[in-house]
């Protein structure tokens, strides 16, 4: 599975992104899928995740309430909609597959087998 992510960008507090992440190259309506951020000097964190179907999803803390999550299996897409952004939000976003036989919905960046480049976002205060 290949993956490209966009839709990052400079934005002020306050305001909202959506990241896009776009899979080719295996059965992505079987794949758990989960969002990822990084910041310069920082481990790789866990933000939010999605089951197989769409129906069950995973936040992290940080971002509960304020991101959503969310797929199109006919369109090989992966979303997270950032809303209300803060400038501890900025990072490098990365989107990853999982893929196993249970689609168990994980939040550690070494359970995902798959990986795509990352998509900065910046919020200015």
């Known amino acids: 599975v290949q993956l490209q992510a966009s839709g990052g960008g400079l934005v002020q507090a306050g305001g909202s992104l959506r990241l896009s992440c776009a899979a080719c190259?295996?059965?992505?309506?079987?794949?758990?899928m989960g969002w990822f951020r990084q910041a310069p000097g920082k481990e790789r964190d866990f933000v939010a995740a999605?089951?197989?179907?769409?129906?069950?999803?995973r936040y992290s803390d940080s971002v509960k309430g304020r991101f959503t999550v969310f797929r199109d299996n006919a369109a090989n897409t992966v979303y997270l909609q950032m809303n209300n952004l803060k400038p501890e939000d900025t990072a490098a976003y990365f989107c990853?597959?999982?893929?196993?036989?249970?689609?168990?919905?994980?939040?550690?960046?070494?359970?995902?087998?798959?990986w795509g480049q990352g998509t900065q976002v910046t919020v200015s205060s």
């Open positions: 990853a597959a999982r893929r196993d036989s249970i689609g168990l919905v994980t939040t550690t960046p070494n359970s995902y087998g798959y």
């Open positions: 190259g295996g059965p992505f309506s079987f794949s758990v």
């Open positions: 999605i089951n197989w179907s769409g129906d069950y999803t």
